[in-house]
């Protein structure tokens, strides 16, 4: 199977000429009967906090209301406000079509001196777009998104800023940017502000007493990360750090900043792997003892950490530090057969949802049935494959693509094999990044079970290639470590 990825900059806007006017809905939109008193109109619009709300009879759109219609038409004219709200409404109605162009619509907007068009979707009316939103587009493009970030000067406002975050993916997902770019763009963000919530947190408590490397790890230490994620990540400490000392500074830093990003969206870790932890707040020396242990002795948390933080990425402060201990673990994974055999029985636990007669199943019972999950049986899959080829092949690289490509030239996969992985990859993080668009879209909140209906008969079959060509390189790693030993 090959889809040609659609990669794009990771630090440029989509621009308006191309970005089609479905990425700039926000919501369902918001309608009101046409004999609805303009007072209880006002009230509507002043609850859903909308500067326009449509007038529609009988499912047909009839009229457009502004909150300049209510000042310039009720307010200035003394107009009674328990008149019927279609008497100030604009009834002569532009609109635009949901795959229109943005530009279109903000040249439509400026021709005629107008700020509100509706979207239409056939007959349908599907939402309402403001020069606002376009102007907020231009606002949002991953450059001046992370310059944004680093200009807030509290927590307050760094959760503001974040909440453009989901607005970016949206409006990426809806011009088909490639998931390894949205990837990257959403990780840089997330990059973005925990340095900043880094420095905050050193304008509060004081400069480091001894230096410090602030890492993420998991999804964003992958470069990897989507709407839905919580953190992961750690401090490697300068082995001068003396828990008495200095324990009480960098316990007080790692809650700012984890408080930080919870409340920025990025909620909690549920296996609590984050800085906040003591156990993830170690000098560089308690690291290696980490990864020492890990190695030489794999059971089953310790497979589970590894997968996390063999994923790791520096974020913010002495770099050096991490490069330090990268550059040690991936000398010592490198001929480690127990170990690795561990790693490929763990990763076997994700296997891809396909029948003994090759058709996709999915979930039988609970509150998913009839869903498949994208994350857990097809990309986490291609994650796990990509680990074990790295940590394999003593490769330094982080992200699951690159690792992949890394992997090829070192002879651990062909090359073959590794444009099917990383088609595959691509093909499913982009379903679940669409999936996930068309969900937040609806108001709903994101998540990794796609039902096959959502598709079409193409992208089935697409699919089923994608599940059999992890599942094939599964077994190779299989035969490969596990022959014989389990």
């Not at 948390?301 to 990268?326: I, N, P, S, Y």
Request: charged share 20%; hydrophobic share 40%.
């Amino acid at each position: 199977m090959h889809m040609p990825p659609n990669d794009r900059p990771v630090d440029d806007s989509t621009p308006l000429a191309t970005l089609p006017v479905r990425a700039l809905l926000r919501r369902p939109p918001v309608t009101v009967p046409p004999d609805l008193p303009i007072q209880a109109t006002a009230r509507i619009m002043r609850e859903h906090r909308i500067s326009s709300v449509l007038v529609a009879h009988d499912g047909a759109l009839v009229g457009l209301v502004t909150d300049r219609d209510l000042r310039n038409r009720v307010l200035a004219e003394g107009l009674d406000p328990a008149r019927p709200v279609i008497e100030i409404a604009t009834t002569a109605l532009q609109t635009v079509e949901i795959g229109d162009h943005a530009f279109d619509a903000l040249l439509l907007m400026a021709r005629l001196n107008i700020h509100h068009v509706p979207v239409m979707d056939g007959r349908t009316v599907v939402g309402v777009i403001s020069s606002t939103d376009l102007q907020q587009q231009q606002s949002n493009s991953a450059v001046n998104l992370a310059g944004a970030i680093y200009r807030q000067e509290s927590v307050k406002e760094l959760v503001a800023t974040a909440g453009r975050i989901g607005q970016l993916q949206r409006q990426l997902a809806a011009a088909s940017t490639s998931a390894h770019a949205m990837g990257r763009i959403v990780s840089a963000m997330t990059d973005a502000l925990t340095s900043r919530l880094l420095q905050l947190a050193e304008a509060q408590y004081g400069p480091p007493p001894v230096p410090y490397a602030w890492v993420a790890a998991g999804s964003q230490g992958r470069n990897e990360q989507t709407a839905k994620s919580d953190q992961d990540n750690c401090l490697v400490l300068d082995d001068r750090y003396d828990p008495a000392a200095h324990g009480a500074y960098f316990a007080a830093l790692a809650r700012f900043v984890c408080d930080g990003l919870n409340a920025c969206g990025y909620v909690y870790c549920p296996g609590e792997m984050m800085a906040v932890t003591d156990t993830w707040r170690q000098p560089l020396a308690r690291w290696r003892d980490y990864f020492r242990t890990w190695i030489e002795r794999p059971e089953p948390k310790a497979l589970m950490l590894t997968c996390v933080f063999f994923d790791q990425r520096f974020v913010h402060g002495e770099r050096a530090l991490l490069d330090t201990l990268r550059i040690e673990v991936l000398q010592r994974t490198p001929g480690q057969r127990i170990f690795l055999a561990h790693m490929v029985g763990n990763a076997l636990t994700h296997q891809p949802p396909l029948g003994w007669l090759g058709g996709i199943s999915t979930i039988r019972h609970g509150k998913h049935e009839g869903t498949v999950d994208l994350k857990h049986t097809g990309i986490v899959p291609i994650i796990d494959l990509a680990r074990i080829y790295a940590l394999a092949g003593g490769i330094p690289a982080v992200s699951t693509r690159e690792r992949l490509q890394a992997a090829a030239s070192s002879g651990e996969i062909s090359a073959e094999r590794t444009r099917d992985l990383i088609d595959a990859l691509e093909f499913l993080s982009g379903l679940r990044i669409q999936h996930q668009a068309r969900l937040m879209a609806d108001g709903q909140a994101a998540d990794n079970y796609l039902r096959l209906d959502e598709l079409s008969e193409l992208e089935r079959r697409h699919l089923k290639d994608a599940f059999g060509v992890v599942k094939d390189l599964q077994s190779v790693l299989e035969k490969r470590y596990l022959a014989g030993r389990f």
